[in-house]
């Protein structure tokens, strides 16, 4: 199984997510650099956190343009697996894979910490290793996490179960303490909370947000093996 | 006509901080006078800020050598050995003046110039820490300003730190009066290097190209250096074009392809642009090579327009490196730079003449021995042992009780209430949440304040390596005041305990010397007398320095700062070891004290909070004591003998013991623990003769609070005694937040103090 990394100017959290899926899932992974349009034949697309073209204009804003991206939405649209987080999330609303906009924190201040969050649907390919109503931690570190959407749409996501994580407790102004959220078809998810931050605990992976990839991992086998 | 000559040469002279005599010294080596260009250089590689003029001699006193030391002072960067082929490169710097004008611009370019000290030794950066002394920004008259620039210090670091992906795991915040307008932003980093695969900075091999890589050259830091060497006045905040501004962005861009660069073993040696820009890291290359250097100011990359040559050479843009490169593959290195587009272009060649020559629209405009620049550079002894001044040896002797009536055992919950509500006790959460402390995924503890945090190193390749290594930066400016020796070694003491708290074994220093004006003979005296105090803590803690920096000149309006020598200290732990806490982890376990504890109230908070002032002798310090502690210390984490441990520091043994029952970790919430404590004092209060005030908030050096299961007790009794340090029983840990100091006293609630600790210093 082979996982592809996004790397954009400016990224961060590359090498964060590369411990997910090579040291914690020991598969194959390869970044995907940003002005290339090859995916490489990977099973699944990460787009990690970071700070892509600088954040220039608004977060992730930027990211949309570039080639690689254009790839990936017609990889999205086949029903692939891509998961966004933190400023990978940024960049899957930027790019209307994800309705509405992650703006200013209420505190209008870089906040990291470690979050509790409910796992609101535990039917989706990346949390089904989860219970549902599930209470995990995993870190949060943005300035731009404040999850925004018209009423419908928020009403939609609900409706849809398509919000996949929620906080239990307000963070950063996010309606209805969004956390996380997928498309109508579930294949796209994104989130401000960083599973890959929480994979060990001292020299076990055994951390946290390990399930997530756990279920990701299994959810393509079974693609796979349908196929 | 002479005379009109020499006023304009008087004047110029004064505008680059340049005395008569130094402007001699130039004529007489060149043997002619400098032109404008070369004065200008001179100007700045001659400041303080890049020569240390007022204090090498006195730096050359430290231990630089170890076993473990593969780089000491004079690159970029110190390194340490750790196993395996892995080796950390680490390195503090200050961007103090920048900051006092421009707080949000100066505080990120200091966290840009120090990781780029890192990469340039190859060493990937994986740790950023600050340590940070402002005014109060609660109280006083400059509260609001003090706030302010605070505020947007904080945010720079965190704006800069955040974006390049270098996680900030500790540091540390100090406020005092001292520090209103000239604030102190000391920002420390470290990097990972495998294999001895250093970087080194001197220029070789004639012919071979010199590259520029990285931002345009523009207007902005011009003689950022020499403004760095000179007081602060009302009039410091029109200099702020001398303040860069910094991109994380371009940053994090240099990072990648600079290390991908190196990789490909056609970049020989690298230097980056910080203080005194093209000029410094030409002459620095040309003249640690023992070669010449040509540069072509027409092919430099630049921002606007017109620029003149003196703009070039003096310009303190960021985000900019010089290399030299193997002959021949020039192309294959622009290339890397160019996929991660970061502008990269020929400018110059090494030569063999030592001079370093700049063209300016085909002239040569700067023509001067390198080394002149450089190791030449005018270095002023101000007399050893200088004499302490009267006004000093008065307070220094003047009685820490005086003045101060002894509190009740009554009122000892409203005395903790107001401590934790001083910005020096008080949870910088509000600082620290700011910054990213887990990128890169290596975190196991990151510290708030006045620990240390914790970082795995991974092997090449990424793997998990059996080590992480333990950073602190720490220094109580306050005991260096009162008394520069004992003071200064207590600044290594603190922080070699920071380390030992952890678990680790402390490896090496660097160090940040922030003072005043040396000119002035009470300076003098302070920076004179903490180098001593440094060089003996080193040397018995065996823990060389590795290089650092010298910031003199903090004043503000004739006033000279509380001395702060900053120690970052780096340790080491192995065997997968879990860092150890400093909180209590439940009701029922035992909690005592170890170690040397000679509480004094001189130069205390708690000194401070009651009089506004600090007078007497701070905290005595024994270096032997010291040592045997930490290595005890040491063993009873490896052994898992001890549930927490933390050292006694500011606020004396009763902040220090309510401090470990609040939960500090980031990742939970505060005030969850609802842990409390049944102590006894009486017998410790005794046996050393001190007043409840003195025996509760008096500070010391040498002590350790160490919480344990009560069945493990006979096993770290017995483990002190063989270590012959002093071990004392002082209470157990209770299930509710309350504190009680002698069996048969009514309860006092920790609500209020941990209200206090949580809420003084949001921001």
Same mark, same amino acid.
């Given at each position: 199984?082979?996982?592809?990394?996004?790397?954009?100017?400016?990224?961060?959290?590359?090498?964060?997510?590369?411990?997910?899926?090579?040291?914690?899932?020991?598969?194959?992974?390869?970044?995907?650099?940003?002005?290339?349009?090859?995916?490489?034949?990977?099973?699944?697309?990460?787009?990690?956190?970071?700070?892509?073209?600088?954040?220039?204009?608004?977060?992730?804003?930027?990211?949309?343009?570039?080639?690689?991206?254009?790839?990936?939405?017609?990889?999205?649209?086949?029903?692939?697996?891509?998961?966004?987080?933190?400023?990978?999330?940024?960049?899957?609303?930027?790019?209307?894979?994800?309705?509405?906009?992650?703006?200013?924190?209420?505190?209008?201040?870089?906040?990291?910490?470690?979050?509790?969050?409910?796992?609101?649907?535990?039917?989706?390919?990346?949390?089904?290793?989860?219970?549902?109503?599930?209470?995990?931690?995993?870190?949060?570190?943005?300035?731009?996490?404040?999850?925004?959407?018209?009423?419908?749409?928020?009403?939609?996501?609900?409706?849809?179960?398509?919000?996949?994580?929620?906080?239990?407790?307000?963070?950063?102004?996010?309606?209805?303490?969004?956390?996380?959220?997928?498309?109508?078809?579930?294949?796209?998810?994104?989130?401000?909370?960083?599973?890959?931050?929480?994979?060990?605990?001292?020299?076990?992976?055994?951390?946290?947000?390990?399930?997530?990839?756990?279920?990701?991992?299994?959810?393509?086998?079974?693609?796979?093996?349908?196929? | 006509?002479?005379?009109?000559?020499?006023?304009?040469?008087?004047?110029?002279?004064?505008?680059?901080?340049?005395?008569? &005599?130094?402007?001699?010294?130039?004529?007489?080596?060149?043997?002619?006078?400098?032109?404008?260009?070369?004065?200008?250089?001179?100007?700045?590689?001659?400041?303080?800020?890049?020569?240390?003029?007022?204090?090498?001699?006195?730096?050359?006193?430290?231990?630089?050598?170890?076993?473990?030391?593969?780089?000491?002072?004079?690159?970029?960067?110190?390194?340490?050995?750790?196993?395996?082929?892995?080796?950390?490169?680490?390195?503090?710097?200050?961007?103090?003046?920048?900051?006092?004008?421009?707080?949000?611009?100066?505080?990120?370019?200091?966290?840009?110039?120090?990781?780029?000290?890192?990469?340039?030794?190859?060493?990937?950066?994986?740790?950023?820490?600050?340590?940070?002394?402002?005014?109060?920004?609660?109280?006083?008259?400059?509260?609001?300003?003090?706030?302010?620039?605070?505020?947007?210090?904080?945010?720079?670091?965190?704006?800069?730190?955040?974006?390049?992906?270098?996680?900030?795991?500790?540091?540390?915040?100090?406020?005092?009066?001292?520090?209103?307008?000239?604030?102190?932003?000391?920002?420390?980093?470290?990097?990972?290097?495998?294999?001895?695969?250093?970087?080194?900075?001197?220029?070789?091999?004639?012919?071979?190209?010199?590259?520029?890589?990285?931002?345009?050259?523009?207007?902005?830091?011009?003689?950022?250096?020499?403004?760095?060497?000179?007081?602060?006045?009302?009039?410091?905040?029109?200099?702020?074009?001398?303040?860069?501004?910094?991109?994380?962005?371009?940053?994090?861009?240099?990072?990648?392809?600079?290390?991908?660069?190196?990789?490909?073993?056609?970049?020989?040696?690298?230097?980056?642009?910080?203080?005194?820009?093209?000029?410094?890291?030409?002459?620095?290359?040309?003249?640690?090579?023992?070669? &010449?250097?040509?540069?072509?100011?027409?092919?430099?990359?630049?921002?606007?327009?017109?620029?003149?040559?003196?703009?070039?050479?003096?310009?303190?843009?960021?985000?900019?490196?010089?290399?030299?490169?193997?002959?021949?593959?020039?192309?294959?290195?622009?290339?890397?730079?160019?996929?991660?587009?970061?502008?990269?272009?020929?400018?110059?060649?090494?030569?063999?003449?030592?001079?370093?020559?700049?063209?300016?629209?085909?002239?040569?405009?700067?023509?001067?021995?390198?080394?002149?620049?450089?190791?030449?550079?005018?270095?002023?002894?101000?007399?050893?042992?200088?004499?302490?001044?009267?006004?000093?040896?008065?307070?220094?002797?003047?009685?820490?009780?005086?003045?101060?009536?002894?509190?009740?055992?009554?009122?000892?919950?409203?005395?903790?209430?107001?401590?934790?509500?001083?910005?020096?006790?008080?949870?910088?959460?509000?600082?620290?949440?700011?910054?990213?402390?887990?990128?890169?995924?290596?975190?196991?503890?990151?510290?708030?304040?006045?620990?240390?945090?914790?970082?795995?190193?991974?092997?090449?390749?990424?793997?998990?390596?059996?080590?992480?290594?333990?950073?602190?930066?720490?220094?109580?400016?306050?005991?260096?005041?009162?008394?520069?020796?004992?003071?200064?070694?207590?600044?290594?003491?603190?922080?070699?305990?920071?380390?030992?708290?952890?678990?680790?074994?402390?490896?090496?220093?660097?160090?940040?010397?922030?003072?005043?004006?040396?000119?002035?003979?009470?300076?003098?005296?302070?920076?004179?007398?903490?180098?001593?105090?440094?060089?003996?803590?080193?040397?018995?803690?065996?823990?060389?320095?590795?290089?650092?920096?010298?910031?003199?000149?903090?004043?503000?309006?004739?006033?000279?700062?509380?001395?702060?020598?900053?120690?970052?200290?780096?340790?080491?732990?192995?065997?997968?070891?879990?860092?150890?806490?400093?909180?209590?982890?439940?009701?029922?376990?035992?909690?005592?004290?170890?170690?040397?504890?000679?509480?004094?109230?001189?130069?205390?908070?708690?000194?401070?909070?009651?009089?506004?002032?600090?007078? &007497?002798?701070?905290?005595?310090?024994?270096?032997?004591?010291?040592?045997?502690?930490?290595?005890?210390?040491?063993?009873?984490?490896?052994?898992?003998?001890?549930?927490?441990?933390?050292?006694?520091?500011?606020?004396?043994?009763?902040?220090?013991?309510?401090?470990?029952?609040?939960?500090?970790?980031?990742?939970?919430?505060?005030?969850?623990?609802?842990?409390?404590?049944?102590?006894?004092?009486?017998?410790?209060?005794?046996?050393?003769?001190?007043?409840?005030?003195?025996?509760?908030?008096?500070?010391?050096?040498?002590?350790?609070?160490?919480?344990?299961?009560?069945?493990?007790?006979?096993?770290?009794?017995?483990?002190?005694?063989?270590?012959?340090?002093?071990?004392?029983?002082?209470?157990?840990?209770?299930?509710?937040?309350?504190?009680?100091?002698?069996?048969?006293?009514?309860?006092?609630?920790?609500?209020?103090?941990?209200?206090?600790?949580?809420?003084?210093?949001?921001?």
């Amino acid at each position: 199984m082979k996982f592809g990394i996004v790397v954009f100017p400016g990224s961060n959290c590359e090498r964060d997510s590369f411990d997910a899926a090579v040291r914690a899932l020991n598969e194959e992974a390869v970044y995907l650099w940003h002005q290339d349009t090859d995916l490489q034949g990977v099973d699944a697309v990460i787009l990690p956190g970071g700070f892509s073209y600088g954040d220039y204009l608004r977060s992730g804003a930027l990211a949309r343009f570039s080639p690689m991206l254009n790839s990936v939405r017609t990889f999205a649209e086949q029903g692939r697996p891509v998961l966004g987080i933190c400023n990978g999330f940024q960049v899957l609303t930027e790019s209307h894979l994800l309705p509405g906009a992650l703006t200013r924190n209420t505190s209008l201040q870089f906040l990291c910490r470690q979050v509790a969050l409910t796992v609101e649907n535990t039917k989706t390919l990346y949390t089904h290793q989860y219970t549902q109503g599930q209470t995990i931690t995993l870190p949060i570190a943005h300035a731009e996490g404040n999850y925004f959407a018209q009423p419908d749409t928020i009403k939609q996501l609900e409706d849809n179960h398509q919000v996949v994580f929620r906080y239990a407790e307000d963070v950063n102004g996010s309606i209805n303490r969004i956390a996380g959220i997928c498309n109508k078809a579930g294949n796209v998810l994104g989130m401000m909370p960083h599973p890959e931050r929480n994979l060990w605990k001292q020299t076990q992976w055994t951390g946290e947000g390990r399930p997530l990839f756990d279920s990701l991992y299994t959810s393509i086998l079974k693609t796979l093996a349908s196929v | 006509m002479m005379l009109t000559v020499s006023l304009e040469l008087q004047q110029t002279l004064k505008e680059m901080n340049l005395t008569e &005599g130094e402007y001699q010294k130039i004529t007489n080596h060149l043997g002619r006078e400098p032109n404008f260009n070369e004065l200008g250089m001179f100007s700045v590689l001659w400041s303080e800020h890049c020569c240390y003029k007022n204090s090498r001699h006195l730096l050359k006193k430290l231990p630089t050598e170890g076993p473990r030391i593969l780089q000491g002072p004079g690159e970029n960067a110190g390194v340490v050995a750790i196993g395996d082929g892995i080796a950390v490169a680490f390195k503090i710097e200050s961007h103090n003046h920048p900051t006092a004008v421009e707080p949000f611009q100066g505080a990120t370019t200091g966290v840009g110039g120090i990781l780029r000290d890192i990469f340039t030794m190859n060493a990937r950066p994986i740790a950023n820490l600050n340590s940070l002394r402002f005014g109060p920004i609660n109280a006083g008259e400059d509260a609001q300003r003090n706030r302010y620039l605070f505020s947007r210090a904080v945010e720079g670091i965190a704006h800069y730190g955040n974006c390049v992906g270098v996680p900030t795991v500790g540091g540390e915040v100090f406020f005092d009066e001292s520090y209103s307008g000239n604030p102190l932003v000391n920002a420390m980093a470290a990097g990972v290097l495998y294999d001895d695969e250093l970087m080194e900075s001197g220029a070789v091999g004639v012919g071979n190209p010199v590259l520029y890589v990285g931002s345009d050259t523009g207007k902005d830091g011009m003689g950022g250096a020499a403004f760095a060497s000179r007081e602060l006045d009302e009039a410091s905040n029109e200099d702020r074009p001398a303040v860069q501004v910094g991109d994380p962005f371009s940053e994090k861009l240099l990072i990648e392809s600079c290390l991908e660069a190196f990789q490909s073993g056609y970049v020989l040696s690298a230097q980056d642009m910080g203080a005194a820009g093209l000029t410094c890291s030409g002459a620095e290359m040309a003249a640690k090579g023992n070669k &010449g250097m040509l540069i072509d100011l027409d092919k430099v990359p630049a921002r606007e327009p017109d620029m003149k040559a003196y703009e070039y050479l003096l310009s303190e843009s960021q985000e900019r490196m010089l290399m030299v490169l193997d002959k021949g593959h020039e192309q294959a290195v622009i290339d890397i730079f160019s996929k991660w587009g970061v502008p990269a272009v020929v400018v110059g060649e090494v030569t063999d003449d030592e001079n370093i020559r700049f063209l300016y629209h085909g002239e040569e405009v700067v023509n001067v021995p390198a080394k002149l620049l450089t190791d030449l550079a005018p270095s002023y002894k101000r007399g050893a042992e200088p004499p302490e001044s009267e006004r000093a040896k008065a307070l220094r002797n003047r009685d820490p009780e005086e003045g101060l009536t002894d509190i009740l055992l009554s009122e000892v919950g409203s005395w903790l209430e107001k401590l934790f509500g001083q910005l020096n006790i008080a949870r910088p959460m509000g600082v620290f949440q700011q910054y990213d402390r887990h990128v890169q995924n290596n975190t196991l503890l990151a510290s708030e304040s006045n620990t240390s945090g914790v970082v795995r190193l991974r092997k090449k390749g990424g793997a998990f390596s059996p080590y992480s290594i333990a950073l602190t930066t720490d220094c109580n400016p306050r005991y260096v005041y009162l008394e520069p020796w004992s003071g200064a070694k207590s600044a290594v003491a603190e922080a070699c305990r920071n380390l030992a708290c952890v678990g680790a074994e402390p490896l090496a220093v660097t160090d940040n010397l922030n003072f005043g004006n040396p000119e002035k003979p009470e300076i003098y005296y302070q920076l004179y007398y903490a180098v001593e105090g440094i060089k003996e803590a080193c040397e018995a803690f065996q823990t060389p320095v590795t290089g650092g920096n010298v910031s003199l000149y903090n004043e503000h309006s004739g006033t000279a700062i509380y001395p702060a020598p900053v120690i970052g200290m780096v340790g080491l732990l192995e065997n997968n070891a879990t860092p150890m806490t400093p909180q209590f982890k439940s009701a029922g376990d035992e909690v005592a004290l170890i170690g040397r504890f000679k509480p004094t109230l001189g130069g205390s908070e708690y000194q401070f909070l009651r009089q506004d002032e600090i007078y &007497g002798r701070p905290p005595t310090i024994s270096l032997q004591d010291e040592v045997r502690t930490l290595a005890l210390v040491r063993q009873l984490i490896a052994e898992s003998q001890v549930q927490s441990v933390s050292d006694v520091s500011l606020g004396g043994l009763l902040v220090s013991l309510v401090e470990n029952t609040f939960k500090q970790n980031l990742s939970e919430q505060v005030g969850e623990t609802g842990l409390g404590l049944a102590l006894n004092l009486a017998d410790l209060q005794a046996r050393e003769s001190l007043r409840l005030d003195a025996l509760l908030f008096g500070e010391t050096n040498g002590s350790y609070l160490i919480s344990y299961l009560p069945d493990q007790k006979a096993a770290v009794q017995q483990a002190c005694e063989e270590a012959k340090v002093a071990f004392e029983p002082l209470g157990a840990v209770l299930d509710s937040p309350v504190l009680t100091l002698q069996p048969d006293q009514k309860e006092i609630s920790l609500q209020s103090a941990l209200d206090q600790w949580r809420t003084t210093l949001a921001l």
